[in-house]
């Protein structure tokens, strides 16, 4: 392992990881839901503020940017992190759970800000670079399509913040504490949600045959939709569609003039993306006409894939193993689960990391869920002593 000390090491922070601790326990009791940062972004903003950056605050709803020059180099970084929360009832009974009802950490974005503060807080003190670093604390990543990446490029994020490459983080559970998980190219899929509404004639259920029945198509839809990844996707590649729901009628003695049927579409393509939705469609067509009914698509698409550059993630990947080991850093593998930092990266070259939470933790979105503290020296290193050399 590498023992350079013209760059940050995990040693560095271990004076402040008392402070870390506290910084991310604050944020855990106070929650805040997307749309809703308010308190979370002032904390934010005040914190960096007083570490001397020049700090933006509203950009793309409650987001805050902070930007610290050092040198003259035009070289430029930025680093994201996800401030909101999830609207989840918290079952973890900590000294430190939840003081808002309804409302919890459950995905670690508290861990995920105070690393990034972490990090801020010893980039002021030590200087040790030569370019421009931005800081992005990121609002709404829970909101679904409408998120908080999208709405702080909106907001003209990268003309406002210029950057040669942007990275990010979330903690991986079920991989050891202080684990770094990398990989280039596909990381997380794309979500897409589907709306079907197959529209029949109702009836009495006694006289079918004077009806054009919206259940028993749907029922053969679904069956035929298993057939979209089996027979049209490369069985080397990753798909998966899944019907979450079909409703139709409320009685046993009526037969309804509609069904409707939701759909997650995932996938790690672009290319792949387009001939599910090519193929759902068509398919839904022809099942529908076929039973003499029609049927219309409501198709969705949510985040991106997220596609990590080569290039930026080997970078990341050299920097890992110095501050872990090489043993202590992996190949991270295809997550089906989305992430709407992939918007960033539409925009820009970069690489969003994995770190573990232990192979005891809680999935995410669990009620019982709870960040690594440990992790936080770790974390914060990670972005410190990239940093240093991106813009060495």
């Not at 601790?21 to 809703?36: D, G, I, M, Q």
Request: some cysteine.
């Amino acid at each position: 392992m590498t023992r350079d000390n013209a760059f940050a090491r995990i040693s560095d922070f271990e004076p402040l990881k008392e402070e870390l601790v506290a910084t991310r326990r604050h944020l855990h009791a106070n929650p805040e839901l997307s749309f809703e940062e308010v308190e979370t972004a002032r904390f934010v903003a005040e914190k960096l503020e007083s570490w001397g950056y020049e700090v933006f605050r509203n950009v793309g709803g409650h987001g805050v940017v902070a930007r610290l020059k050092v040198g003259s180099s035009p070289r430029s970084i930025a680093i994201r992190a996800d401030m909101d929360a999830l609207p989840i009832q918290e079952e973890t009974y900590l000294p430190y759970a939840s003081r808002a009802a309804g409302k919890m950490h459950a995905c670690g974005h508290d861990g995920h800000t105070t690393m990034l503060l972490g990090a801020a807080e010893y980039l002021a003190r030590t200087r040790r670079f030569d370019g421009t670093v931005n800081l992005i604390f990121q609002p709404a990543e829970e909101a679904g399509t409408a998120s908080g990446a999208e709405a702080m490029i909106a907001d003209g994020l990268f003309e406002r913040f210029p950057c040669d490459a942007i990275f990010g983080l979330h903690n991986h559970p079920g991989a050891p504490e202080g684990t770094w998980l990398l990989r280039s190219g596909p990381l997380m899929a794309a979500a897409d949600t589907v709306k079907i509404t197959i529209k029949g004639k109702g009836g009495h259920a006694s006289r079918p045959h004077l009806t054009v029945d919206p259940v028993v198509i749907a029922c053969n839809l679904v069956v035929s939709l298993q057939s979209v990844v089996s027979r049209s996707i490369d069985p080397t590649q990753t798909a998966v569609v899944t019907v979450g729901s079909i409703h139709a009628g409320e009685a046993s003695n009526v037969i309804p003039d509609i069904a409707t049927l939701l759909l997650s579409v995932r996938s790690f393509e672009p290319a792949i993306r387009d001939i599910l939705e090519g193929r759902i469609r068509r398919l839904t067509a022809s099942v529908a006409e076929g039973y003499g009914a029609r049927a219309e698509v409501d198709y969705l698409r949510g985040h991106p894939v997220v596609i990590n550059s080569e290039k930026e993630t080997e970078f990341a990947r050299g920097i890992a193993e110095e501050l872990v080991g090489p043993d202590q850093v992996l190949t991270c593998p295809l997550i089906p689960g989305s992430e709407d930092f992939s918007h960033f990266l539409e925009h820009k070259p970069g690489c969003f990391l994995r770190l573990g939470n232990g192979l005891k933790s809680e999935i995410l979105h669990s009620s019982k869920f709870n960040f690594a503290d440990e992790n936080l020296t770790v974390g914060a290193a990670m972005w410190a002593r990239l940093t240093e050399k991106f813009l060495g």
